[in-house]
């Protein structure tokens, strides 16, 4: 069975800072996808960047990046020049075949 | 697009009463999933359908939950009867394929079983 870990249960940035998220998970599958989704205090979800396991390059989304290791089955999220707007949870989340597993989240608090 | 809907967004009841979650998908998307978001066990999956059919009810947890998709533009969650255990969010999401395609989230339900 596909799990997802998220090691780190809070976090905390400066704003105008770096900071990255860790995410492991661990698949006998070879064909997946990977997700980071957001979930700010108003509890919506959101998609923040999405990886294809096939893919060697790392997916980029703006102020938002991913170091995706497959043989360390490794999907961190970075996110440069932090915002308080960034202040949520985040989930890590593997996709095999048709299930969205999630992480536990960390929640990432950006001080001002 | 008005996005996933859901209704309500609250919900407060007592145990032993039927609860009943309402989804709407957006237009067009053909897979429909229910989650269930808890401090203890995080976010799972409870049941997906595709073209209004369920494909997998396996994080159902039990006979009290039951769920349907009359039609391609409108689901609903069942809870008969309900237990203060089962307070929790509800979500529900859908996407216009499996696999590598963006899931939509409506905003979630909170349920409050007293």
């Known amino acids: 069975a596909q799990t997802v870990t998220q090691s780190q249960p809070e976090m905390s940035v400066q704003e105008a800072e770096t900071v990255t998220l860790s995410c492991t998970y661990d698949t006998s599958e070879n064909n997946y996808y990977l997700f980071w989704y957001k979930q700010p205090p108003s509890r919506q979800m959101i ?18 990046s991913v170091n ?10 970075k996110i440069s ?16 075949t048709g299930k969205l597993i999630f992480g536990q ?3 990432l608090q950006v001080k001002p | ?17 039927e609860v009943t979650l309402r989804c709407k998908p957006i237009s067009g998307h053909d897979y429909l999933f229910w989650y269930r978001q808890t401090m203890m066990r ?5 049941i997906y359908f595709n073209n209004n059919v369920p494909i997998d009810d396996s994080g159902m947890p039990e006979d009290r939950f039951s769920a349907k998709m ?9 809870i008969q009867p309900s237990e203060p255990r089962d307070s929790a969010v509800y979500f529900c999401a859908s996407s216009d394929g499996i696999s590598y395609n963006e899931q939509f989230f409506g905003p979630g339900t909170r349920l409050t079983v007293l």
Do not use: W
């Open chain 2, 42 to 46: 995080g976010l799972e999956l409870l």
């Open chain 2, 70 to 78: 009359p039609n391609a533009s409108f689901s609903t969650l069942k």
């Open chain 1, 81 to 96: 020049d932090s915002q308080l707007g960034d202040t949520a949870m985040y989930f890590c989340a593997f996709m095999g």
């Open chain 1, 68 to 77: 995706f290791q497959k043989a360390a089955k490794s999907f961190s999220l």
């Open chain 1, 105 to 107: 989240g960390t929640t």
């Open chain 2, 1 to 17: 697009d008005a996005g996933v809907i859901q209704s309500p967004r609250h919900e407060v009841t007592e145990m032993g009463q």
């Open chain 1, 47 to 64: 998609l923040v960047i999405r990886q294809e396991a096939y893919k060697q390059q790392n997916a980029t989304e703006n102020r938002f």
